[in-house]
Nanobody
Framework: QLQLVESGGGLVQPGESLRLACTAF????????IGWFRQAPGKEREGVSCLSRSGAATRYADSVKGRFTISRDDAKNTVYLQMDSLKPEDTAVYYCAADYASWGCTIYDAAEYSYWGRGTQVTVGS
Protein backbone atom coordinates (compact mmCIF):
# COMPACT_ATOMS: atom_id res chain seq x y z
CA GLN A 1 0.00 0.00 0.00
CA LEU A 2 1.03 3.58 -0.57
CA GLN A 3 2.93 5.23 2.27
CA LEU A 4 3.82 8.93 2.34
CA VAL A 5 6.59 10.55 4.38
CA GLU A 6 7.05 14.32 4.65
CA SER A 7 10.41 15.94 5.35
CA GLY A 8 12.12 19.32 5.15
CA GLY A 9 10.32 21.23 7.87
CA GLY A 10 12.11 23.35 10.42
CA LEU A 11 12.45 26.76 12.05
CA VAL A 12 13.30 29.73 9.82
CA GLN A 13 13.14 33.52 9.99
CA PRO A 14 10.58 35.57 8.05
CA GLY A 15 11.60 36.00 4.41
CA GLU A 16 13.60 32.78 4.29
CA SER A 17 12.80 29.59 2.37
CA LEU A 18 12.14 25.92 2.95
CA ARG A 19 11.56 23.01 0.58
CA LEU A 20 9.25 20.30 1.80
CA ALA A 21 9.39 16.82 0.30
CA CYS A 22 6.71 14.13 0.13
CA THR A 23 8.26 10.76 -0.67
CA ALA A 24 6.16 7.72 -1.56
CA PHE A 25 7.13 4.15 -0.70
CA UNK A 26 5.98 0.82 -2.17
CA UNK A 27 3.92 2.49 -4.94
CA UNK A 28 4.90 5.01 -7.61
CA UNK A 29 3.10 8.37 -7.65
CA UNK A 30 2.33 8.60 -11.37
CA UNK A 31 -1.29 7.52 -10.80
CA UNK A 32 -1.92 9.86 -7.87
CA UNK A 33 -2.83 13.49 -7.46
CA ILE A 34 -0.88 15.05 -4.58
CA GLY A 35 -2.11 17.75 -2.25
CA TRP A 36 -0.36 19.77 0.45
CA PHE A 37 -2.46 20.84 3.44
CA ARG A 38 -1.54 22.66 6.63
CA GLN A 39 -2.99 23.12 10.09
CA ALA A 40 -1.98 25.92 12.45
CA PRO A 41 -2.83 26.09 16.17
CA GLY A 42 -6.44 27.17 16.65
CA LYS A 43 -7.26 26.96 12.93
CA GLU A 44 -8.87 24.34 10.72
CA ARG A 45 -6.92 22.37 8.15
CA GLU A 46 -6.56 24.25 4.88
CA GLY A 47 -5.39 23.33 1.41
CA VAL A 48 -2.15 24.93 0.27
CA SER A 49 -1.35 23.45 -3.15
CA CYS A 50 -1.93 20.41 -5.31
CA LEU A 51 -0.58 18.70 -8.42
CA SER A 52 -2.56 16.47 -10.79
CA ARG A 53 -1.28 12.98 -11.57
CA SER A 54 -0.06 14.06 -15.01
CA GLY A 55 1.56 17.21 -13.67
CA ALA A 56 -0.51 19.30 -16.09
CA ALA A 57 -2.63 21.04 -13.45
CA THR A 58 -1.60 22.88 -10.31
CA ARG A 59 -3.57 24.88 -7.78
CA TYR A 60 -2.53 27.26 -5.02
CA ALA A 61 -4.31 28.93 -2.15
CA ASP A 62 -4.55 32.70 -2.57
CA SER A 63 -2.45 33.18 0.55
CA VAL A 64 0.58 31.44 -1.00
CA LYS A 65 0.33 32.32 -4.71
CA GLY A 66 3.59 33.74 -5.98
CA ARG A 67 5.51 32.37 -3.00
CA PHE A 68 5.03 28.57 -3.09
CA THR A 69 5.72 26.17 -5.98
CA ILE A 70 4.73 22.51 -6.23
CA SER A 71 6.70 20.06 -8.39
CA ARG A 72 7.41 16.35 -8.83
CA ASP A 73 10.58 14.33 -9.38
CA ASP A 74 9.54 11.00 -10.90
CA ALA A 75 13.00 9.46 -10.50
CA LYS A 76 12.84 10.02 -6.74
CA ASN A 77 9.09 9.31 -6.45
CA THR A 78 8.84 12.60 -4.58
CA VAL A 79 6.67 15.72 -4.70
CA TYR A 80 8.16 18.98 -3.46
CA LEU A 81 6.70 22.18 -2.07
CA GLN A 82 9.15 25.06 -2.45
CA MET A 83 8.21 27.79 0.03
CA ASP A 84 9.81 31.21 -0.47
CA SER A 85 9.31 34.52 1.34
CA LEU A 86 7.93 32.71 4.37
CA LYS A 87 5.74 34.63 6.80
CA PRO A 88 4.88 33.96 10.45
CA GLU A 89 1.34 33.09 9.35
CA ASP A 90 2.77 30.15 7.37
CA THR A 91 3.61 28.44 10.66
CA ALA A 92 1.77 25.10 10.74
CA VAL A 93 2.09 21.36 10.46
CA TYR A 94 2.20 20.54 6.75
CA TYR A 95 0.67 17.31 5.46
CA CYS A 96 1.09 15.52 2.15
CA ALA A 97 -1.89 13.59 0.76
CA ALA A 98 -2.54 11.38 -2.28
CA ASP A 99 -5.68 10.77 -4.35
CA TYR A 100 -5.60 7.67 -6.55
CA ALA A 101 -6.38 8.01 -10.26
CA SER A 102 -7.65 11.59 -10.05
CA TRP A 103 -7.90 13.53 -13.32
CA GLY A 104 -7.26 16.77 -11.49
CA CYS A 105 -6.67 17.91 -7.94
CA THR A 106 -8.33 19.99 -5.25
CA ILE A 107 -7.22 22.18 -2.37
CA TYR A 108 -10.80 22.70 -1.16
CA ASP A 109 -11.84 19.22 -0.05
CA ALA A 110 -9.41 17.22 2.06
CA ALA A 111 -11.85 14.29 2.06
CA GLU A 112 -10.99 13.61 -1.58
CA TYR A 113 -7.56 12.35 -0.51
CA SER A 114 -7.29 8.75 0.67
CA TYR A 115 -3.67 8.60 1.84
CA TRP A 116 -1.93 10.95 4.27
CA GLY A 117 1.52 11.40 5.71
CA ARG A 118 2.09 12.19 9.38
CA GLY A 119 3.13 15.80 8.79
CA THR A 120 6.19 18.00 9.21
CA GLN A 121 6.40 21.13 11.37
CA VAL A 122 7.17 24.50 9.78
CA THR A 123 7.84 27.39 12.15
CA VAL A 124 8.50 30.93 10.90
CA GLY A 125 9.69 33.43 13.51
CA SER A 126 12.38 34.34 15.99
Amino acid sequence: QLQLVESGGGLVQPGESLRLACTAFEVTLDNYAIGWFRQAPGKEREGVSCLSRSGAATRYADSVKGRFTISRDDAKNTVYLQMDSLKPEDTAVYYCAADYASWGCTIYDAAEYSYWGRGTQVTVGS
